[in-house]
């Protein structure tokens, strides 16, 4: 006859277990509830955003409502922002969002002795969207309009600009889709959420892990004429494995033009007011925030291939990606030795 007390061992196990197998249950349910991964887009700047986040709900309301006030202080293209309010000399005080911009772009036009320069506008508004009016531009128009390009002609006191000239106008564009993203970014981390990826227009910050819990691969685009290629998007060049940092990417290669057999990138040199000429086609940049990528991107297209690396060795918090086009017409890449361990094999 069987002892009752080995059965009633074996119903306590029983219970045990079955009480550990609900505990765990409900733990991975909490677990899943609290990890769905959100994917929103839309249309900003001009542009496109996507973004992937980890959250217990759906961010998209919040998620325009912080880009809205990104655009309605730094969009050329908003007449009632206050950058457009500023270029048309108009009593306005900034806000915070314009001051941090404007402090940025102030210190990485020193950084780069103004290969990056917010107050290019004068020059880009001359040749117009996709150059446009190049035909009407001459040495003398380009001469006039330089005297009031230059950073050191503006400056911020407490909440006003205080332009050299009045005809001093600035541009932002080359560093606001950045501030876009860390703006997101921080409405996130103010939220608590720990993994995701923010990308508006090709530019990135990532934190934490992806969907599958390892870090996030970004691609960097290999170069390609649109005028060659057949449409779509071209194929990576390179794929980064990245987590807790920003990417920026500047590019001649997707927008030129050609004028008498010559090909003029759609980036402007502020020294010269002319678009450059050099050999590199992309750089890529990755930095602790967007802002600070997008800016020494574009500074990086500006100065060409030596003198980025040059300033590079100087900018530890810096790694950059180079595709560039040799003497020989071959394209050919370069990067910081320290991006090596973000490269995905």
Not at 93 to 112: H, K, Y
Not at 135 to 140: E, K, L, N, W, Y
Not at 169 to 182: H, I, N, P, R
Request: glycine share 6%; charged share 25%; aromatic share 10%.
């Amino acid at each position: 006859m069987t002892s009752p007390a080995p059965q009633k061992r074996i119903r306590a196990w029983q219970w045990i277990f079955l009480l550990l197998l609900i505990v765990g249950t409900v733990y991975a349910l909490r677990q899943s509830s609290s990890t769905a991964f959100h994917d929103n887009e839309g249309t900003v700047f001009g542009t496109v955003y996507h973004i992937k986040y980890d959250y217990t709900r759906d961010l998209q309301a919040d998620i325009e409502a912080e880009l809205r006030r990104v655009d309605s202080s730094l969009s050329m293209f908003n007449e009632t922002s206050i950058i457009s309010r500023v270029n048309r000399n108009e009593p306005v005080e900034v806000d915070t969002m314009f001051a941090q911009v404007f402090r940025l772009s102030q210190e990485i036009s020193a950084q780069t002795s103004g290969a990056f320069d917010i107050t290019v506008a004068p020059l880009v508004q001359a040749w117009g969207f996709g150059f446009e009016h190049a035909d009407s531009i001459t040495p003398a128009l380009l001469d006039s309009l330089r005297a009031f390009v230059g950073h050191e002609k503006v400056r911020l006191e407490g909440r006003a600009v205080v332009k050299a000239d009045p005809r001093v106008m600035l541009d932002c564009s080359a560093v606001a889709k950045g501030y876009g993203v860390d703006a997101v970014a921080r409405l996130f981390d103010r939220l608590g959420i720990r993994n995701y990826m923010i990308e508006i227009g090709g530019e990135v910050v990532v934190r934490g892990h992806n969907p599958g819990r390892k870090d996030w691969l970004i691609g960097v685009s290999r170069p390609v004429d649109d005028t060659l290629s057949a449409g779509g998007a071209a194929s990576p060049q390179v794929i980064l494995e990245v987590t807790d940092r920003a990417l920026a990417t500047s590019g001649n290669y997707r927008r030129f033009y050609y004028r008498n057999g010559r090909k003029y990138a759609h980036t402007i040199d502020p020294h010269t007011g002319q678009p450059v000429e050099h050999s590199l086609l992309s750089a890529s940049v990755l930095a602790p925030d967007c802002a600070t990528a997008d800016a020494y991107a574009t500074a990086f297209m500006v100065m060409g291939v030596e003198r980025a690396k040059a300033l590079l060795r100087s900018h530890p918090e810096l790694e950059a990606y180079f595709i560039y086009e040799r003497h020989d017409g071959k394209v050919v890449t370069w990067h910081t030795p320290g991006l090596e361990k973000y490269i995905s094999r």
